[in-house]
Structures are given as C-alpha cells and as structure tokens.
C-alpha cells in the first residue's frame, strides 16, 4: 500500500462522516416535516453542501500522484476536511424530537459560523495548495475561490434576509457553472 492510498482512509471516511452529517439531517426533516418551518435558503444550502463534499473528495484523488507525502502536507489536509465537515455539520439543523422547528431562526442563529467557516474552506484551499505543491496557481480556480471567498465573508457578517435569500440561489448556479469547468478537465 502506497502512502496516498494509506492516508485516504482517513480522508475518506472524515468526508464520509460529513455527508452522512448532512444527509441525516435531510432524512430527520423529512420525517419532522409537519413540525418544520421551512427556510428554502437552508436547503438550498444543503444540496450545496453534498456537491461541495463530493468534489473535495473527487479532487483529492489528484493527490494520488504525491510520492513523497510530509506531515505538513497531511496536516494542511486534514485541517481542510475537518473544515469541510464542520460546515457540513452547520448545513441541516438538529431536529428535536417535538416542538416547532423554525429553519429560518436556525440559520440565522448559525449563519456567522457556517460561512465564516465557508471562507476558511478557501482560505484552506489556498494553504493546501501551496503546502503540497510548493505554489498557487493564479488561473480562474483562483479568481473563483476568491470572489466566493468574498461573498462567504459578507454573508458571515450580515443578518440580511435579502442577501441571503439571493446568495443561496446565486451561489447554486455558480458553483453548478464552476463544478461544470472543473468536470471538464479532469
């Protein structure tokens, strides 16, 4: 066993764990859903999350080629998909057992977190970057991972309903558009 294929049974199932975090959360609401509020951002949000983790762990197989593995280069792996699960974490809301649920409540009470940690994930990604291959490439990946850098840091800090309801649907249709780029050229 080569050291990639050793260190991926980490890697996969910590993304593993954060799927499962986001598809339990749906199957909870499903089965909550007469006690549910809906807040249709949240869910949009969600799906989000699951393409989001199934293209970190997609690209994490270009690592594959990396003979020469340090704890560095681990380390700034790790510290990525401990973030990536924590946001994952963030994206569905626990759903009590009875009582009212109020989506909208919940997302805003978390909302700080899941796109501060949003913006880490960039911040996360540039640090990889540079950790495992010695550079960051300044192409289109890197405009796209700063502009969504951006809007994460304004959505951390803002409690606009309006910015919100629009960034959900925005960022649908850009990281669809940006994971269709991606697909391209693997």
Known sequence: MDT?????????VIMGLALTQIL???RALMLARIRVVIYWPALIWA???????AQAWWG??????????????YAVVVFQITIIYLVSGLAMP??????????????????????GLLALTVVSTFLKDFITTGRIDLGGNTY???FYFAISIIAAVTKSRWYHAILAPFSAAIILVYTALLSARL
């Open 4 to 12: 990639f294929n050793y260190l991926s049974v980490l890697f996969s």
């Open 24 to 26: 339990q959360g749906l």
């Open 47 to 53: 799906a989000l999350m699951i393409l989001l983790v």
């Open 144 to 146: 796209f991972l700063g």
């Open 94 to 115: 626990d759903i009590p057992a009875a009582g009212t649920v109020d989506m909208r409540a919940i997302y805003f009470a978390h909302s700080r977190w899941f796109f």
């Open 60 to 73: 994490m197989f270009g690592m594959r080629e990396f003979r020469e593995w340090n704890f560095a280069m």
